[in-house]
């Protein structure tokens, strides 16, 4: 049906309720889900221009659906680039991510805290082809400069990480990839584009796994590179076309209804992730809190000017902290113990959810380093992950204090 136009000019919040696909005929006012595999061409000479690509339209949903188009179109709108591509998951973002760009003998440059299977399929399963990769300090700029080659293609960073919430500076990462004839991808899983858009401080790309917080609420797996329309016609199309990493119309339809509560969910989960970390900081048992918003937090002054809501500096809502405790065996024995008193978080290491989540991630996440490799990324054992969702507050920190009361330390 033909519909009204959106002005220009619409805030984010407008968009992400506003912006998808163009209606079907019936004139659907909540967006509709196309579950179908493949399209009916109206003859045989429309159909070979069609696979041809000479002419635009749906052919089969490995390629392209209606209902993924609107997850791209909205997605890609929050993000401020002018195209994005929807996948299966993150992991398989950043897999279409390095498939598209990167060849035998190129370099790529990662932080050493980014996402663990990040580190494993580039540093592991992308080295089986050739591609070579370097991994730095997420936070000191120079190690990134120091690491660049001529082979170097892509800087590839994720801020805050996960789970210490280190903030990287991203214009500064932007500046040195850029210097190098490099791209500059940043994974904005952990702020969303509610809280960062890469693309204002330089970079080139963003992944996102859907899973999180554009989802929402812990149902799906979703994944999607954003980009300018060239990099994602030439680099990523022809890929995902041949290698099938597609977005469900389903997932893409969840995910599509979640992003029109993104920035009221992370202001609310941020809200509440600042005050259960300024209420943690001042708790007998813990020895550390790790949150961006906090002022102890190393890069704190970077994660206001980085991170912001309605102009408003915002650490997110992901924080963690260390319990106390004579020696290894004890933290360990108290980080479980507080994780097993709670009777309100969910045990698991999701993240992005309603419902706050809670984890150990030396044991869960991490527990594939050797404790060496640990101790030098700063995952103690009495480290404790919260993802703060949307329960009142208060429930929360009670839900904390059950276990940490009653630790002697
Ligand atoms: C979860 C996550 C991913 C991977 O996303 P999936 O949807 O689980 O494949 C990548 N990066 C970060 C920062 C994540 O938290």
């Not at 790309?205 to 994602?232: F, M, N, P, Q, W």
């Amino acid at each position: 049906m033909t519909e009204k136009k959106l002005p220009e000019g619409l805030h984010r919040d407008t968009l992400a309720v506003r912006v998808a696909a163009d209606k079907s005929q019936y004139g659907e006012n909540s967006e509709a889900l196309y579950l179908t595999s493949s399209f009916v061409q109206p003859d045989a000479a429309t159909a070979a221009r069609r696979f041809s690509g000479e002419e635009e339209g749906y052919t089969y949903s490995r390629f392209s659906n209606p209902t993924v188009t609107s997850f791209e179109k909205r997605l890609a709108a929050l993000e401020g680039t002018e195209a994005c591509i929807g996948t299966s998951s993150g992991m398989s973002a950043i897999m279409l991510m390095c498939f598209g760009l990167l060849k035998s003998g190129d370099h790529v440059i990662c932080s050493r805290s980014m996402f663990g299977s990040t580190i494993k399929l580039i540093g592991s399963e992308f080295a089986k082809f050739g591609v070579e990769s370097s991994f730095v300090s997420q936070t000191d700029l120079a190690e990134w400069q120091a690491a660049v080659r001529p082979t170097t293609k892509l800087l590839f960073a994720e801020t805050p990480t996960n789970p210490l919430t280190e903030v990287c500076d991203i214009q500064g990462l932007a500046d040195i990839a850029h210097a190098a004839g490099a791209l500059l991808a940043v994974d904005n899983c952990f702020c969303s584009p509610a809280l960062c858009r890469p693309v204002t401080m330089g970079a080139d790309l963003i992944t996102h796994s859907g899973t999180k917080y554009l989802d929402g609420e812990g149902r799906v797996i979703a994944g999607a590179i954003c980009g300018t329309k060239k990099l994602i016609d030439e680099k990523f199309i022809p890929v995902m076309r041949s290698g099938g990493m597609s977005l469900s119309p389903f997932n893409a339809w969840v995910v599509l209804k979640g992003m029109e509560t993104l920035s009221i969910r992370m202001q609310a989960q941020s809200a509440g992730a600042l005050e259960l970390a300024t209420w943690l900081e001042a708790q007998p048992a813990v020895a550390r809190v790790y949150y961006p918003g906090l002022a102890s937090h190393p890069q704190h002054e970077l994660a206001m000017r980085q991170q912001t809501i309605n102009g408003q500096g915002c650490g997110g809502a992901v924080l963690s902290f260390d319990v106390k405790g004579a020696d290894v065996e004890s933290v360990r024995k108290n980080a479980f113990h507080v994780i097993d008193s709670t009777l309100v978080c969910s045990i698991t290491a999701n993240l992005g959810d309603t419902k706050t989540t809670i984890t150990h991630p030396a044991t869960t996440s991490h527990g594939r380093l050797s404790e060496a490799q640990r101790q030098s990324a700063g995952i103690s054992q009495g480290l404790i992950r919260v993802a703060v969702g949307l329960e009142f507050i208060d429930d929360l920190k009670a839900d904390l204090a059950r276990g940490l009361d009653s630790l002697s330390v």
